[in-house]
């Protein structure tokens, strides 16, 4: 998405939640004040954690149910067709299953439908291996999937559980959880709220594999605008955005 598409989300949105944002900064200066001053510790990082998790709306559970109910609908019936799709393209089994880190920091299994042959890979590094651009591994029916973001559809089974929500910051590997938690100090912010299937972050472009610190920061930002700034009409708009996007094939999936 341009600037100018994002300024108008960032315009619209503030008409019904307070303009925040330097959300990082904020935590930053916090951050950065108590340990200047001696005073850091484990308790104040806590405490404001949780003033983060208590921003969390009432109704957005009712909102999950609500259309995860019409989206396991959605699911159902292009289950046997996309399952069909994967087969024909790629051995394996039809549901990629996936560790990945939760709200408050707790391990979940994450659902998608399988779009890359299985390999196990490694970096040399000890980097964590994630999916880049033309990335080979992925088979031309799963290419199809992630350009319409149908590759995300069994993750409404996540939400229905509660294990994610509808929106809110995508939920990353553990491995690359633990990559960002060791490159910025205020990673850890995005686990107050429940991961999503779609957010801020990426109806703005910044989604998919990456390794780049300029880009992870910056999407780091807008994820944590959405933790400060939750309200259910910007929940609903970001969930418009993005089924919008998913029409034109402008989802920047890769």
Not at 14 to 21: E, I, M
Not at 64 to 82: T, V
Not at 162 to 190: I, K, Q
Request: with cysteine.
């Amino acid at each position: 998405m341009d600037s100018k598409g994002e300024a108008a989300v960032m315009h619209e949105s503030t008409a019904y939640a307070p303009a925040l944002p330097t959300v990082r900064d904020h935590i930053i200066d916090d951050l950065k004040n108590n340990r200047d001053n001696g005073s850091f510790n484990r308790v104040q990082a806590q405490s404001k954690f949780e003033t983060l998790s208590e921003k969390t709306f009432a109704g957005k559970r009712f909102i999950d149910l609500a259309i995860g109910l019409f989206g396991f609908f959605i699911y159902s019936i292009l289950y046997p067709f996309i399952a069909l799709g994967i087969k024909i393209s790629s051995k394996g089994p039809v549901i990629f299953k996936q560790a990945r880190t939760g709200q408050h920091g707790k391990e979940f299994t994450c659902y998608k439908f399988r779009t890359m042959h299985q390999l196990n890979l490694r970096r040399i590094d000890g980097k964590p291996v994630v999916t880049r651009k033309g990335d080979k591994r992925i088979f031309w029916f799963g290419n199809l999937l992630r350009k319409t973001n149908l590759d995300e559809l069994p993750q409404i089974i996540n939400v229905l559980k509660g294990d994610m929500s509808l929106v809110g910051p995508r939920p990353y590997p553990v491995d690359e959880c633990a990559h960002w938690n060791n490159t910025f100090d205020d990673f850890y912010y995005r686990y107050a709220v429940k991961p999503g299937i779609t957010g801020y972050a990426q109806i703005l472009g910044y989604r998919g594999g990456t390794l780049e610190v300029e880009h992870m920061r910056t999407r780091l930002d807008k994820d944590l605008v959405y933790v400060q700034k939750q309200a259910p009409l910007f929940d609903l708009k970001i969930i418009l955005w993005t089924v919008t996007q998913m029409f034109k094939l402008d989802t920047n999936a890769h």
